[in-house]
């Protein structure tokens, strides 16, 4: 690095200070990080200038030491490679760490079985995983960042993020942005499943995005049974109880052979938590890539170990599930309960507050979508129409749409359809 700048480019993109074993090393690199983004040169003599003001040129053995490095590399062009064996080394020390906690864990007792479980695959992935990382930028770079984001988004046509089966939503929202935590919310009965179902079969099915479900209370049987309805157009309760006729099963041949490659996997585990979403979404983003997520449903994510509320539980899956899609840089959709709220009004109509357990669902959430159907209260009062409420939206309008809830099918669609 101190003998090329191109050569310190390509490593910056490889490693980051914690992969050096020694203190020395650790300080070093971390120096040259802070030159090269300030533009400053990476030279021994303007690197130990760096260090001497930041008291640290001591502390890794002085200018000797500095030319001492730089003398035991024959050239500059093998930097990647040698960046690779440093990363390589790093990693193994870290599996070599991460199982002494999992030892250690294992031999205490009193820790829940479930627990540990999870604790031993969220080690081992962290140990293996490649790790995001962003070297500290200037205020006038993050600037031009942002500038070149606007200018492609002004070339682009189209949504900017994944789409909906809802026109008016698609255009209130501009789609459904990687980075945003989504949250479906509303009484039981409402169709939050159904809602999530219809963005999973939409964005995996039908335009091959791989999206992670995880459901907590349906068995894959019953999604399979949901999905193969709303694509068919086969009655829901014709494929609960098995009543398909010769035409229903050619439809439903056809649709095998042409989706049975969707990238679309289900995770039926009814006991999972946090820790359990992250290693098999960071898994899953490691080797197919990943668009979205869904989970289904918020409170039932288990919480091992003792939390000093339930507040503080429900608190910690929405902070979790939004750091999870800032890191897989992906959509992460959450079905979430309503409290008694609305059912205590004349209107029955939810509100944000009626967020159940927690304030912290909603500031944690980009978009807040509350589905509301006056016919499940009053059959004769807009059969068959729900209300998608965007209750929250942080970087955009808010605003209620009327839709078709095409329930007989398992899927919501334009009124107008």
């Not at 980075?179 to 409402?190: S, T, W």
Request: glycine share 6%; with cysteine; hydrophobic share 40%.
């Amino acid at each position: 690095m101190m003998l090329s700048r191109e050569a310190a480019g390509q490593v910056l993109d490889i490693l980051t200070p914690e992969d050096f074993y020694t203190a020395a090393h650790t300080i070093i690199y971390a120096a040259l990080r802070r030159q090269y983004t300030d533009g400053k040169p990476l030279d021994p003599v303007a690197l130990a200038a760096a260090l001497l003001e930041t008291g640290d040129l001591a502390r890794v053995g002085g200018g000797t030491y500095l030319h001492h490095c730089l003398e035991t590399v024959p050239t500059a062009a093998n930097g990647s490679y040698y960046a690779r064996m440093v990363r390589d080394l790093a990693v193994r020390r870290r599996i070599r760490e991460a199982g002494i906690r999992i030892v250690q864990q294992a031999d205490t007792p009193e820790r829940p079985l479930e627990e540990l479980c999870s604790r031993a695959q969220e080690e081992i992935f962290t140990a293996t995983s490649p790790r995001h990382r962003q070297a500290d930028i200037s205020f006038g770079q993050a600037l031009a960042e942002a500038l070149d984001a606007i200018e492609a988004d002004s070339q682009h046509v189209g949504l900017r993020g994944l789409p909906t089966y809802i026109g008016d939503l698609n255009r209130m929202t501009s789609g459904l942005r990687a980075g945003q935590l989504v949250v479906i919310a509303g009484r039981p009965g409402m169709g939050k499943s159904v809602f999530g179902l219809d963005l999973v079969r939409l964005n995996g099915i039908s335009r091959d995005h791989p999206c992670q479900m995880f459901s907590l209370e349906m068995t894959r049987d019953e999604i399979f049974r949901r999905l193969l309805a709303a694509e068919l157009s086969i009655p829901f309760t014709r494929l609960r109880d098995g009543r398909l006729g010769q035409d229903d099963w050619n439809l439903v041949m056809q649709l095998t052979g042409r989706v049975a490659d969707a990238p679309v996997f289900i995770d039926d585990n009814p006991y999972v938590d946090m820790a359990y979403i992250r290693t098999v979404s960071r898994q899953r983003a490691a080797t197919t890539g990943l668009a979205m997520i869904f989970v289904d449903y918020l409170q039932l994510i288990s919480t091992p170990g003792r939390r000093e509320s339930r507040q503080q539980e429900v608190s910690d899956m929405s902070r979790g599930l939004k750091l999870l899609a800032k890191e897989l840089n992906c959509v992460v959709v959450a079905a979430a309960q309503l409290n008694r709220g609305p059912e205590q009004r004349s209107d029955k109509r939810p509100y944000l507050a009626d967020l159940r357990e927690s304030g912290a669902v909603e500031q944690d959430a980009d978009i807040v979508i509350l589905l509301h159907r006056p016919d499940y209260y009053d059959e004769n009062d807009r059969p068959r129409e729900a209300d998608v409420i965007v209750a929250k939206q942080r970087n955009g309008p808010t605003g209620d749409i009327a839709v078709f809830a095409d329930l007989a099918y398992m899927r919501f669609r334009d009124l107008e359809r």
